[in-house]
Nanobody, 123 residues
Framework: QVQLQESGPGLVKPSQTFSLTCTVSGASITTNNYDWNWIRQPPGKGLEWIGYITYSGSTAYTPPLKSRTSIFRDTSNNQFSLQLSSVTPEDTAMYYC???????????????WGQGTQVTVSS
């Protein structure tokens, strides 16, 4: 059984940088043909794709967040992480990590999700 678990700070001050980590069990993040995604859902809004890191370590980001986002991995611990800089209250959201087959972009077709972690940006 594949499981993903997000961890990170719950409260962040504006202009700061935060990092979230997704710990994966039951599958290797280097297994061929999977993308490891970060998605968020602001309060009262829909899901927003942030970016992914592929099984080979390549990354891709949504253009509106690209300049503030970095996704990287720790293969020895089977984890991948999201770093978001210069945050504002608009970055307040539930943040999820999820696995998808390579090239799948529809949220409903992602096969495994973490339970999500709330990040609130507030002074």
């Amino acid at each position: 059984q594949v499981q993903l678990q997000e961890s990170g700070p719950g409260l962040v001050k504006p202009s700061q940088t935060f990092s979230l980590t997704c710990t994966v069990s039951g599958a290797s993040i280097t297994t061929n043909n999977y993308d490891w995604n970060w998605i968020r859902q602001p309060p009262g809004k829909g899901l927003e794709w942030i970016g992914y890191i592929t099984y080979s370590g390549s990354t891709a980001y949504t253009p509106p967040l690209k300049s503030r986002t970095s996704i990287f991995r720790d293969t020895s611990n089977n984890q991948f992480s999201l770093q978001l800089s210069s945050v504002t209250p608009e970055d307040t959201a539930m943040y999820y990590c999820a696995r998808a087959h390579r090239g799948v972009t529809t949220f409903g077709l992602y096969d495994y999700w973490g339970q999500g972690t709330q990040v609130t940006v507030s002074s």
